[in-house]
Each structure stands twice: as structure tokens, then as C-alpha cells.
């Protein structure tokens, strides 16, 4: 038995061997993470025999290479959270931090854990792309909460309460008509200083060359919400320059948005869940290749704990002697991405209340025990999850038969 571990960092690997009885059969040794260094990292682990096992830690996006090359070669890889490694301890009471350390103390990871190694296999390059796409979806959405905030206090300066005076909803391409609107009247004083007739004429214009709907009714509602206000920003041309930056701004990062979601639909679809994963209750179209991307396939979880324990809404264990505690809040140890959108899907159930719904009926059962919000919030991320769990595995069985169906 030859137990192999990896050190993995941003531009090179140690490698250390260990077999039993502590014997050390190769010293920790760089690779460089290029084609002919991960050439000679697969040949010295292939010269070790068959018996071997290769255990590496998630680095970010670091250790995808090299597992990836790794496996191409026919090598049995494992890669761990770091966690698992850390708390092994690696036999010693010295806190020593080295590339060689390290590579030495997932060896010894390795070898006294052989037993319960999962291989690693490549997830398939639509599930890559869907998680990067929701990443980076993730992410916008960030700047476009930052840069909301940032246009709503700039244009409380110069026309107060403008973003509350539309009511149309996003469209298709990411635009709002808040936002465009301010790129033409962004100052209320654009407005008010002209008669209202003018006003309209020019409104109406502004509709049809944007594409939005004319109504006299609302131009006339506009006109008279843009007097009385108490500006702080004169009417310049540095005010000018702050709001229709910061509204420009915003819409770019919006349309990113529409483009990142049109993505993420079109590659969820192709996968043989979509479907499956649409059909349940709160999952939206939004939603659905968040939860596909960030769950990714489901097979690879050994059973229907082993996703909650990977979303992080699986309860702690406080058991010591006589103590044994009734209420502990969650571990917290999976993907914050993936508790964001079960979060989202548990709040569609809250407000629709739908009565013939299993999660719903076990939200309401929680509730109505008097647990507090977030106790039955969390149990029923955890009940949904089983519940996909469940959907989700059988639907990519039947998937594969109907595949390797000589038929």
C-alpha cells in the first residue's frame, strides 16, 4: 500500500509517499504544474504499483489540474476538504507549516484512512461551466445591490423618491425603467422648469425611442411628483456626470446579468434533471440553475444526509457525558451559495403557503411547535433538500438505463 500526498498550491505541488509501519518510500519532491511536470508527477506515482492511493486538499481552482491530469493517466485520486486533513492532526503535538510538512501529513492522511477514499472523478464540462456561470452570476449580483443603493442616495440629492414612481418590472434584456429614466431627467428640475405639455411631448418620445409603454396619465403623474422637492445638488453638469454615470453603470451590470441568466438556462437545460428540478414546487427559472449548478450531480453523495451535511443545514452534534444537548444551531460547513438559493426556494413556500405541498405541510408543523423562524427555516432547507435528493437520483438512473438500453 503506497500512500500518496499532495500539496497543492498556485503554480507547483510537493509530493511526499508513505506506506505502513511509517515507512517513508519517496521524500516530499516539487512538481511544477506544467505539462512536463505533471507528466513526471503521473509516472513516479504509476512506478509505485498498483496499490496506490493519491489524496490531495480542495485548493480554490489550484488542485483541478492536476487531479484532472492525474485521472486522465488512470491514476486514483481523492480529493478532500482540507478540514477532514486538518483535524486528523497528522500525529504530531508541533504546529509546523511547510509545503513538505504538509505534503507529509495528507500521506499519513492517506494511509490511515485508505479505506474510506472516494475516487475523484472530472465533473462534466456543462456542470463546470453552470457552477462558473453561477459564480460569477453570484457576484454581479453583489455590484448590482452596491451600485442600487449607491443611484437611490445619489438621486435622493437631486429628485427624491424617483426609483418608487415605476412600477414596470425588469425586462427580459436587464433594463429598468427607473434607471433609464434618469439617464435623460436626472435632476427633477429636467422636469418641473418646462410646462407640462412640453414635458409630455418629450416623455413620449423618450418612450417610444426606449421601448416602453406611453401613458398621458403617467406623464402627467410624473410632472406633478417632480415639484417640491428640497435638492441638495444643483442642476450642473457635476450632478449631470454623477447620476448618469452611476445609472449607466448600473444598467451595464444588469444587462451582464440578463446574459449570464440566459447562460445558465441554456446549459442547465441540457441537463437530464432540468426538468425534474423545474417541477418542484418554489423552484423558479431563476433559481433552478442555481440549485442544479451548486448541487451538482447527486450521485456522487453517498446518501441523503451527506447533501445536507454539503449545503451546511444539517444540525451539530453536542453530546459529552452526561450533557447532552436538545438545540444546536447548524454547522455552516458547505456552500453559502447553495443555503442563499434553498433560502429563496423556502420563502416562496412561506409566502404561498400551498396547503397540499409536503415541505409546506412540515414548515407549518415546525412552526405551529413554536420553534423560532430560523429553526424551521433551516429544518426545511433540509426537508426540501432530502426530498430533491431523492427526485433528482432517480431521475438520473433512469436516465442512464434509458442511455445503456440496447434499445
Given amino acids: 500500500m503506497n500512500a500518496v500526498g499532495i500539496d497543492v498550491s498556485k503554480r507547483k505541488s510537493m509530493m511526499a509517499v508513505l506506506r505502513p509501519m511509517g515507512e517513508v518510500a519517496l521524500r516530499p519532491k516539487e512538481y511544477l504544474h506544467t505539462e512536463v ?38 491514476i486514483r485520486v481523492t480529493v478532500m476538504n482540507p478540514l477532514f486533513i486538518k483535524q486528523s492532526g497528522g500525529g504530531s503535538i508541533r504546529k509546523v507549516k511547510t509545503d513538505k510538512a504538509d505534503a ?10 485508505r ?15 453552470l457552477k462558473l456561470c453561477s459564480r460569477q452570476y453570484n457576484l454581479y449580483m453583489k455590484n448590482v445591490a452596491a451600485l442600487t443603493n449607491n443611484l437611490i442616495s445619489l438621486t435622493d440629492k437631486v429628485f427624491p423618491g424617483v426609483n418608487e414612481l415605476f412600477s414596470s418590472p425588469e425586462r427580459t434584456d436587464g433594463s429598468v425603467k427607473w434607471v433609464d429614466f434618469l439617464m435623460t431627467f436626472w435632476h427633477c428640475e429636467c422636469i418641473n422648469l418646462a410646462s407640462e405639455a412640453a414635458f409630455t411631448e418629450r416623455y413620449r418620445k423618450w ?16 410632472y406633478t411628483d417632480s415639484a417640491g422637492h428640497i435638492t441638495t445638488l444643483p442642476r450642473n453638469s457635476n450632478a449631470k456626470l454623477l447620476i448618469t454615470t452611476a445609472a449607466k453603470e448600473l444598467a451595464s451590470v444588469k444587462s451582464t446579468l440578463a446574459v449570464l441568466r440566459a447562460e445558465m438556462d441554456r446549459l442547465a437545460r441540457q441537463l437530464p434533471e432540468y426538468e425534474t428540478v423545474r417541477a418542484m414546487y418554489g423552484v ?38 452526561k450533557h447532552i444537548s436538545k438545540s444546536n444551531p447548524t454547522t455552516k460547513r458547505g456552500s453559502p451559495h447553495l443555503r442563499k438559493t434553498l433560502y429563496q426556494i423556502v420563502c416562496t413556500y412561506l409566502r404561498k403557503a400551498p396547503a397540499d405541498e409536503p415541505v409546506y405541510q412540515f414548515l407549518d408543523k415546525k412552526r405551529s411547535e413554536g420553534k423560532p423562524y430560523f ?33
Avoid at 479505506?115 to 461551466?129: D, F, H, K, S
Avoid at 398621458?216 to 410624473?222: G, S
Wanted: net charge neutral.
Fill in 115 to 129: 479505506v474510506n477514499l472516494r475516487e475523484y472523478t472530472p465533473m462534466e464540462a456543462i456542470r463546470e461551466q
Fill in 284 to 321: 423558479g427559472e431563476k433559481t433552478a440553475p442555481q440549485l442544479i449548478a451548486e448541487i451538482g450531480d447527486v450521485r456522487r453523495f453517498p446518501q441523503r444526509s451527506s447533501i445536507s451535511a454539503f449545503a451546511g443545514v444539517d444540525p451539530a452534534v453536542d453530546d459529552s457525558g
Fill in 37 to 74: 511536470g505533471l507528466e513526471q508527477m503521473a509516472l513516479a506515482i504509476l512506478a509505485l504499483g498498483e496499490d496506490t492511493r493519491v489524496v490531495m486538499e480542495v485548493t480554490g481552482r489550484y488542485h483541478k489540474p492536476v487531479a484532472a491530469a492525474l485521472h486522465e493517466y488512470g
Fill in 207 to 222: 418612450c417610444k425611442r426606449e421601448g416602453y409603454h406611453f401613458s398621458p396619465q403617467k406623464a402627467a403623474e410624473l
Fill in 375 to 407: 429553526v424551521y427555516m433551516t429544518a426545511t432547507q433540509n426537508k426540501f433538500l432530502r426530498i430533491y435528493y431523492a427526485r433528482v437520483k432517480e431521475c438520473l438512473n433512469a436516465a442512464d438505463l434509458r442511455e445503456n438500453s440496447p434499445l
Fill in 104 to 113: 507529509m501529513k495528507i500521506a499519513k492522511y492517506a494511509l490511515d484512512n
